[in-house]
């Protein structure tokens, strides 16, 4: 059974940093390239980032790029995203997602239950 | 970067009702669209894929159809489970975007 457990959601002012960890499970983890997605309250869902199998290619959304990184431990099965210079607009829940298919980007087929990042003072 | 624009916002309907919903892509995605699920204070879930392949385990009663830049999706009869909120997703570039997603609400 896939499982994503994502961890590290908190409060945090602006201008602050978090990183938030995501331990995968249940598939082989180094054939996916894995994704963030977020979810402002009440709002849609926006993709975040995405890491290839081997972390050495990141893609980021233009509202994070130059703050937000993304990276990847195989040996530990768990993608990272490191956030600095949080905004007001960051508040969201981040859902780790696994990309649909080995490889490549795709869709996203198992997502894990979410963790909330509110930046406020 | 594409834009999907996804209606309606809102729809209203009533257990066994046919419903449908459309995205509409800015440039051609050939079939690499996708359409998710959510209910309040879940992850979403995946329905269908490549515009028109059922995920394991969806009901026959959901289907998706299109190709380009124009997709649907239907449930040919609404069940009270599916009382949700849906989205869909392109993926045809690494910059995957979203619908703005469709509320089904009881009508």
């Known amino acids: 059974e896939v499982q994503l457990l994502e961890s590290g959601g908190d409060l945090v002012q602006p201008g602050g940093s978090l990183r938030l960890s995501c331990a995968a499970s249940g598939f082989t983890f180094t054939s996916h390239a894995m994704t963030w997605v977020r979810q402002a309250p009440g709002k849609g869902l926006e993709w975040v980032s995405t890491v290839s199998v081997n972390g050495g290619t990141t893609y980021y959304a233009d509202s994070v790029k130059g703050r937000f990184t993304i990276s990847r431990d195989n040996s530990k099965n768990t993608q990272y995203l490191q956030m600095n210079g949080l905004r007001t607009d960051d508040t969201a829940v981040y859902y780790c997602?696994?990309?649909?298919?080995?490889?490549?980007?795709?869709?996203?087929?198992?997502w894990g239950q979410g963790t909330l990042v509110t930046v406020s003072s | 970067d594409i834009q999907m624009t996804q209606f309606p916002s809102t729809l209203s309907a009533s257990v066994g009702d046919r419903v449908t919903i459309t995205c509409r892509a800015s440039?051609?995605?050939?079939?690499?669209l996708a359409w998710y699920q959510q209910k309040p204070g879940k992850a979403p879930k995946v329905l269908i894929y490549?515009?028109?392949s059922l995920d394991s385990g969806v009901p026959s009663r959901f289907s998706g159809s299109g190709s380009g830049t124009e997709f649907t999706l239907t449930i040919s009869s609404l069940q009270p489970d599916d009382f949700a909120t849906y989205y869909c997703l392109q993926y045809n570039s690494y910059s995957r975007t979203f619908g703005q997603g469709t509320k089904v609400e009881i009508k």
């Open positions: 440039q051609s995605i050939s079939s690499w």
């Open positions: 490549k515009a028109s």
């Open positions: 997602v696994k990309e649909g298919l080995p490889g490549g980007i795709y869709y996203f087929d198992y």
